[in-house]
Structure formats: C-alpha cells, structure tokens
C-alpha cells in the first residue's frame, strides 16, 4: 500500500558526499515519519535518521554533524545527504515510512549500496 523507491546510492572516495533519494508512492496520506536505517554485513541493523512529518530531525551520534535528512512533501521523497563520508558509513541503506494507521504500520524500501573507499 506504500511504496518506496530509492536510488543515489554508489562508489565514494572517503572525504566526499552522496545524496540519498527514496520517493513514496500509495497510500501517501497515511505516512508520519520517514528515515533512513543502515545494516553492514556482519553488523545490525542501525537507525541512522528520521524526520517527522512537520520536519523534527534526530540522527545517530556516529553520522551527526556529516547527514543531514530532509523530506519534500510536494513531491513525497525523504532525501539523506551524506557529508564528509567515511569507510565505515559503507552500508546498505534503506529508507522507510511509518504509517501508524496502515498495516505493517512501517514500509521498506529495497535498499541502496554505499561504499566509501579509504
């Protein structure tokens, strides 16, 4: 009933940037917040950002100060710009929706491949 789409994920040398784009579409009256989740092989799964529907920010303390979420409403996209990156960012992401009125009441997205070479 929600669908998510991402895409701007890639290759990135340490130091540089990537923009993060995941477009909803469905039952997009239904959506609260958004954020980003990352998970590295071997690793779990991580909460690196959320936006609220009127724009309230949080973000993990390992990316605070180099991300930044945003979302577009207009146009239904939740955005992650990624600054300042480092190997150990290299993950995949997924962005996702909640929707507190609307089974499962939180939507995935298929998930995009950031790697940030040293």
């Known amino acids: 009933q929600v669908q998510l789409v991402e895409s701007g994920g890639g290759l990135v040398q340490a130091g540089g940037s990537l923009r993060l784009s995941c477009a909803a579409s469905?039952?997009?009256?239904?959506?609260?917040?958004m954020g980003w989740y990352r998970q590295a092989p071997g690793k779990q799964r991580e909460l690196v950002a959320e936006i609220s529907r009127i724009g309230t920010t949080s973000y993990a303390d390992s990316v605070k100060g180099r991300f930044t979420i945003s979302r577009d409403n207009a146009k239904n996209t939740v955005f992650l710009q990624m600054n300042s990156l480092k190997p150990e960012d290299t993950s995949v992401y997924y962005c996702?929706?909640?929707?507190?009125?609307?089974?499962?009441?939180?939507?995935w997205g298929q998930g995009t491949q950031v790697t940030v070479s040293s």
């Open positions: 996702y929706a909640n929707t507190p009125v609307v089974h499962p009441y939180k939507f």
């Open positions: 469905g039952r997009i009256s239904s959506i609260n917040g």
